[in-house]
T-cell receptor, first 111, second 115 residues
């Protein structure tokens, strides 16, 4: 069974700090997606990474896909209160059309 | 949440009633996924549909739950004889016909409360 584990589960930091969120699996994924979900809303797609070792930047967010395509990380530089939310990684399971989601990281950025 | 519509946003049902949740995918998207999210938990896959076809329903409970995506109209997730344990947020996502790449776009969800 393919699983995606995220760490840390909870993170509370001050505005301006940097942070990294991890998404790990023992299985290889053809791609991984990162989403942010705010309370009462659906997840919003941030990025898709496809190639092992790939790095993508979205303003202050940097996403990396591991060389073996088993893990990914999200780094936020100079966090802002607007970054507060639930961060989810997700990926397609091999051989099916099903996507699995990670356990999530709840980030709170204090002003 | 680029254009995926779900209604109603909130739905209250008494135990034993039926719940119907609707999802209109983004224009040009022919693939629809339904997920369930319990409070403080992640998203659990339920079913994947293309127009007029159920492709993968391995995450759907065998009893009381059904889904459809007709040729015309929205996708419907139907829960018969609801029980308290069905209370959750149900999200629909759609994707373009380019499977495996993972670009799913989510709707705002329907929050079902069973009293």
């Amino acid at each position: 069974t393919q699983l995606l584990e995220q760490s840390p589960q909870f993170l509370s930091i001050q505005e301006g700090e940097n942070l990294t969120v991890y998404c790990n699996s023992s299985s290889v994924f053809s791609s991984l997606q990162w989403y942010r979900q705010e309370p009462g809303e659906g997840p919003v797609l941030l990025v898709t990474v496809v190639t092992g070792g790939e790095v993508k930047k979205l303003k202050r967010l940097t996403f990396q896909f591991g060389d073996a395509r088993k893990d990914s990380s999200l780094h936020i530089t100079a966090a802002q209160p607007g970054d507060t939310g639930l961060y989810l990684c997700a990926g397609p399971t091999s051989g099916t059309y099903k996507y699995i989601f990670g356990t999530g990281t709840r980030l709170k950025v204090l002003a | 949440n680029a254009g995926v519509m779900q209604n109603p946003r909130h739905l209250v049902r008494r135990r034993g009633q039926e719940a119907r949740l609707r999802c209109s995918p983004m224009k040009g998207h022919s693939h629809v996924y339904w997920y369930r999210q319990l409070p403080e938990e992640g998203l659990k896959f339920m079913v994947y549909l293309q127009k007029e076809n159920i492709i993968d329903e391995s995450g759907m409970p065998k009893e009381r739950f059904s889904a459809e995506f007709p040729k015309e109209g929205p996708s419907i997730l139907r829960i018969q004889q609801v029980v308290r344990g069905d209370s959750a947020a149900y999200f629909c996502a759609s994707s373009p016909p380019r499977l495996g790449y993972g670009e799913q776009y989510f709707g705002p969800g329907t929050r079902l409360t069973v009293t």
